[in-house]
């Protein structure tokens, strides 16, 4: 679990109390360009800048984006499918020949027509679409470390298991932001931004509050 805010604010530069959406509303600016509904919160931990945005993962210019995948890596409904459409079939050909993979593993493709330059396929659930808490933390941990194999410096994820895997948004954010923090705490990394891309509002609040709560 992550510590409070005020233990946070002393062992590293996490503000005492997290802002509102209301108080800390920006727009995106260079290469996270472009997004719609272009809202977000960030914080820093360490070198590394942690980004809540609202929008459509699809578009972002990140090094990598982060599908939630099933550990077939076929590419049907929800993100995957949504990567698939804009990205090209050429993503799935390839993710199908590199699996299928241990739930919880995450394996690399090239991201075809996106705007990002791999696309991380991370295995949140089975093939029979369940997921659960340790799927979606070890899904995260290691799309991290794929990414810093490559050594990239800057990553998006949706959440993870809460489309399709119907896992519920708050639980996944809680595991999801706990995981992150620990890599950015643990090691000299790569990454020099992190960022969430929620589809709606109640899914950003939901992130937002966890950030807020020092996920409690």
Same mark, same amino acid.
């Given at each position: 679990?992550?510590?409070?805010?005020?233990?946070?604010?002393?062992?590293?530069?996490?503000?005492?109390?997290?802002?509102?959406?209301?108080?800390?509303?920006?727009?995106?600016?260079?290469?996270?360009?472009?997004?719609?509904?272009?809202?977000?919160?960030?914080?820093?931990? /360490?070198?590394?800048?942690?980004?809540? *945005?609202? #929008?459509? !993962?699809?578009?972002?210019?990140?090094? %990598? =984006?982060?599908?939630? @995948?099933?550990? /077939?890596?076929?590419?049907?409904?929800? *993100?995957? #499918?949504? !990567?698939?459409?804009?990205?090209?079939? %050429? =993503?799935?050909?390839? @993710?199908?020949?590199?699996?299928?993979?241990?739930?919880?593993?995450?394996?690399?493709?090239?991201?075809?027509?996106?705007? %990002?330059?791999?696309?991380?396929?991370?295995?949140?659930?089975?093939?029979?679409?369940?997921?659960?808490?340790?799927?979606?933390?070890?899904?995260?941990?290691?799309?991290?470390?794929?990414?810093?194999?490559?050594?990239?410096?800057?990553?998006?994820?949706?959440?993870?298991?809460?489309?399709?895997?119907?896992?519920?948004?708050?639980?996944?954010?809680?595991?999801?932001?706990?995981?992150?923090?620990?890599?950015?705490?643990?090691?000299?990394?790569?990454?020099?931004?992190?960022?969430?891309?929620?589809?709606?509002?109640?899914?950003?609040?939901?992130?937002?509050?966890?950030?807020?709560?020092?996920?409690?």
């Amino acid at each position: 679990m992550l510590e409070p805010p005020g233990e946070r604010a002393r062992k590293g530069n996490w503000p005492e109390r997290f802002p509102s959406l209301s108080e800390k509303v920006r727009h995106l600016d260079g290469s996270l360009r472009p997004i719609s509904r272009e809202t977000a919160m960030e914080y820093c931990r /360490r070198s590394t800048s942690l980004r809540l *945005v609202q #929008g459509d !993962i699809t578009k972002v210019k990140a090094d %990598a =984006i982060v599908n939630a @995948a099933n550990n /077939r890596l076929w590419m049907g409904a929800g *993100v995957a #499918g949504a !990567i698939k459409r804009r990205g090209g079939e %050429a =993503i799935e050909r390839e @993710a199908v020949s590199k699996g299928p993979i241990e739930v919880g593993e995450a394996m690399v493709t090239e991201a075809g027509e996106l705007s %990002a330059r791999h696309v991380i396929h991370a295995a949140a659930m089975g093939q029979d679409l369940v997921t659960s808490e340790e799927a979606i933390r070890q899904a995260t941990r290691n799309s991290l470390l794929r990414a810093e194999e490559l050594g990239l410096a800057s990553i998006a994820f949706p959440a993870l298991g809460t489309g399709v895997g119907g896992f519920p948004l708050k639980d996944a954010a809680r595991v999801m932001l706990d995981e992150i923090v620990h890599h950015v705490d643990e090691r000299k990394t790569s990454l020099k931004e992190i960022l969430f891309v929620l589809f709606d509002a109640p899914a950003l609040e939901i992130f937002a509050s966890a950030l807020r709560g020092g996920l409690s």
